[in-house]
């Protein structure tokens, strides 16, 4: 076997890993997968010298880090319209888009998770990329954002992350101080843990479903907490409170009546989602990507994603047959 041929066998599983380690530093999926590719073109020619005093993964971690702190120097930061310290909007308000801004993006589950048998480690990679917590990231200078993941997500000691970042353990304890103060206020609480869907939740994503799917708003109103947000890249807006979310659907979506949406279930980033479609008369044609984050039995927030590319990203078909 070629040392090419044994590099593959051992890089090749983990990808998956790897794509969620840059996912986390970057808040975008496409930027993701082509740090992946990268990261492992850079190894894959360094492998003839990789010596093997860490692991394999180690090492590639090492250069995945380094290859998102390059990339990063010439990138802002991927907030969600919430994280630009705007107020809440007024949902009858004309709605205004800033596409230029990068905007943070949603991952599939399914990049990340499948072929996993152990349940502690498809729990531990939902958990680790919540959209709440992939946001909170975005509020880190990159450094710190790469000390805080490579220490509380990845569990690294103080003195693998030095190395990796040719700094001392000093420096990296004192960036994860600062790391961690930072987020105090932004990070989501433990409450938020990702944990599987109860039976009620199960319920409420049918009535998420049938309540769109039949446009009636009244019935959308209900499924929400009291202070629920809602908010849709690339608009900056965003909305609190079931009955301000309300009046932003009757006076803002495209949609007019029954049978106008068409709602195919999804996951991104550890929690429910849908590939959302809008009827263009005889097909449905695609919208936008809900993310859904519930508390209790109640939707606390809605990501509303409308880059069309992520269809094509999450595998959800370009268009629906209507019946």
């Not at 993006?105 to 499948?114: C, L, V």
């Not at 917590?133 to 220490?151: D, E, G, S």
């Amino acid at each position: 076997m070629t040392s090419n041929e044994e590099f593959l066998r051992q890089a090749d599983p983990l990808r998956r890993e790897l794509l969620a380690h840059c996912y986390r530093m970057m808040g975008s999926v496409h930027d993701a997968e082509d740090l992946v590719q990268e990261t492992y073109l850079r190894a894959w020619k360094a492998y003839d010298g990789f010596e093997g005093r860490s692991s394999l993964r180690t090492w590639l971690y090492r250069i995945a880090t380094t290859t998102c702190l390059t990339a990063l120097d010439s990138r802002n930061r991927r907030p969600l319209p919430t994280g630009l310290g705007a107020p809440s909007s007024e949902p009858t308000a004309e709605l205004v888009q800033q596409p230029e801004v990068p905007w943070l993006e949603p991952i599939p589950d399914s990049m990340i998770a499948a072929g996993a048998d152990d349940p502690a480690t498809i729990v531990g990679a939902r958990e680790s990329i919540r959209l709440a917590l992939i946001a909170a990231l975005q509020h880190l200078p990159p450094r710190q954002r790469a000390i805080l993941v490579l220490r509380d997500v990845l569990r690294w000691k103080a003195t693998e992350v030095a190395e990796a970042l040719d700094t001392t353990v000093a420096a990296v304890n004192s960036g994860l101080q600062r790391a961690r103060a930072q987020l105090a206020d932004v990070a989501p609480s433990e409450d938020d843990a990702y944990e599987p869907l109860t039976p009620e939740q199960k319920e409420q994503l049918d009535r998420y479903v049938a309540a769109f799917e039949s446009y009636d708003v009244s019935a959308i109103v209900q499924l929400f907490t009291k202070d629920a947000v809602w908010e849709m890249p690339p608009f900056i807006g965003w909305y609190q409170g079931p009955d301000t979310i309300g009046r932003l659907i009757t006076t803002q979506c495209p949609a007019k009546g029954p049978g106008d949406l068409h709602l195919v279930p999804t996951w991104a980033n550890g929690q429910p989602a849908f590939g959302m479609y809008l009827r263009d008369g005889d097909v449905y044609r695609p919208f936008g990507i809900p993310v859904i984050t519930f508390e209790g039995d109640k939707v606390s927030h809605v990501g509303m994603f409308f880059d069309l590319s992520l269809f094509e990203t999450f595998g959800l078909p370009s268009s629906i047959e209507a019946k």
